[in-house]
């Protein structure tokens, strides 16, 4: 996989927070929440730059998303960097009423430019979701994506959240994982709820579903624990200073503080990865080998 050119944020280094500077394009597809294309900059960089930006529902959306971005960065996971969004409501076009206020926090994605060929190929396409499935399970980013939505118990991988830019395959959208947080979120010294944390299944993992059905027995997604246990002193080190991170703003000072939690529930889940992969490949059923959990 070709390394991204442009500048990489150094391991622990503070969220940026742009500005949307004029009125962001909505995006097509089956989003769960509201989806842009932007532009967007900062006083220190007033050059606008290209963004996808989304609206999530609450403070811990927000940080769930982020913290998976930055974790999935640390361990050289083809998810794009992330940010935080501050947008005038008159800037976002079809956002809902029923969202209030006059200025708008959202969470940022660094654009990437899909493929035209490969846009073109799974416009209106019948069989786009094969296509899809098929390229991506073929790819590099197809075992490593894998055994990253087991790691952060991604149950949302549907095949409209990946992106093909004509070199390398990029993963999107987070927010429905690590959906057992929210009590350890609160009280993250709690030993029970750590244990809890660490134990979770989400209950399916359909880009792992999709490696096994088309590379079984060569799926190679075990083999990714050991790999992303590599870049673990990366991830703490992540997790450390992310607790250090200030901002004037209540709101954004409190996404901060809960993504630094999150960041530690990640590494507290990297240990287990590998007996997670073992686990939801070795279910004797297949009916029910995508569908397990912990209730």
């Known amino acids: 996989m070709k390394k991204n050119a442009k500048r990489q944020s150094k391991v622990g280094e503070q969220v940026q927070v742009y500005a949307l500077i004029s009125e962001a394009s909505k995006l097509d597809g089956a989003h769960t929440h509201p989806v842009w294309r932007a532009q967007v900059a900062t006083p220190s ?94 790819s590099e980013a197809g075992p490593s994506g894998a055994a990253w939505d087991e790691l952060v118990a991604n149950e949302d991988r549907h095949y409209q959240n990946a992106l093909f830019d004509g070199a390398n395959w ?48 060569n799926h ?26 200030l901002h004037g703003d209540m709101k954004i000072q409190e996404i901060f503080a809960t993504t630094a939690i999150l960041l530690t529930a990640i590494e507290l889940r990297l240990p287990a990865l590998a007996q997670h992969i073992q686990a939801r490949i070795e279910q004797p059923s297949a009916e029910n080998l995508w569908t397990s959990n912990t209730d």
């Not at 709820?193 to 079984?216: E, G, P, Y």
């Not at 997604?221 to 991170?245: G, T, V």
């Open 45 to 138: 960089m007033p050059r606008a730059q290209p963004m996808i930006i989304k609206w999530l529902d609450g403070h811990l959306s927000l940080s769930i998303e982020l913290a998976c971005a930055l974790a999935a960065q640390c361990l050289k996971l083809p998810v794009p960097a992330p940010a935080l969004v501050v947008a005038p409501r008159k800037f976002l076009p079809t956002l809902p009423i029923s969202i209030k206020g006059e200025h708008i926090l959202l969470i940022g994605s660094e654009y990437k430019n899909p493929d035209s060929y490969f846009a073109q190929a799974t416009s209106n396409n019948p069989a786009a979701e094969e296509f899809v499935w098929s390229k991506l399970c073929a």
């Open 170 to 217: 990029w993963l999107f959208d987070h927010d429905r994982a690590l959906m057992s947080v929210g009590l350890f979120s609160k009280n993250p010294d709690d030993i029970d709820l750590r244990s809890a944390l660490v134990n979770f299944n989400a209950k399916c993992n359909i880009l792992a579903a999709q490696m096994v059905d088309r590379h079984r027995g």
């Open 220 to 245: 190679g997604i075990s083999d990714q624990a050991n790999e992303f246990s590599r870049h673990k002193a990366e991830l703490s080190i992540l997790s450390a200073e992310s607790r250090k991170w």
